[in-house]
């Protein structure tokens, strides 16, 4: 079993922003604005959703469960509300503000200081019950490399076609997932 440490989440949490500017920044739209079909994301919608958590999820439920405990539930997550925030928005002007949000959190996160003893408090999450804050902030670094994950499938599967008879050795141009999944 893997113990979680937050030096270690912080790492990656970090880093993701740079990630996705190398990955993204700077290329012809067609590749941030492609999907996997009806009810996917692009690229662009998944920026979009991450910053949306920058701003109502992993920071703010960190302090709830620091200020309140199980005493008060998170409020529900829209995990479909960049679709309304950033339409029109280039996925340049989406990575900056990802870039400085993240920044801003991951100073709020170490400022907290945050020990083991903070890291067994719990929350309620509105679906799944109790909850600590070292499952919360290791979901964080997860739903992160899940996205990345998800933002090269996408991008792999614009060429899929392209790709003949090479589709057999890709196991990335698989079968999608839905976006309400």
Known sequence: MTVFRLDEAIAVLERTPDTLRTLLDDLPEPWTTCDEGPETWSPVDV????????????????????????????????RL?????????????????????????????????????????????????????????ATWVAHDLGHIAQIGRVMAKRYGAAAGPWVAYLPILGDRPRRDA
């Open 81 to 137: 509300a960049q679709f309304e925030a950033s339409k029109g928005q280039s996925i340049r002007v989406l990575l900056d503000e990802f870039a400085q949000l993240r920044a801003e959190n991951i100073a709020t996160l170490e400022g907290l200081a945050l020990g083991e003893r903070d890291l067994d408090k719990t929350g309620t999450h509105p679906a799944l019950g109790r909850v600590t804050m070292r499952q919360l902030l």
């Open 47 to 78: 920026v979009g959703h991450l910053i949306h958590g920058e701003r109502a999820d992993w920071i703010v439920r960190a302090r709830t469960i620091l200020d309140g405990g199980e005493r008060q539930p998170f409020d529900p997550f829209d």
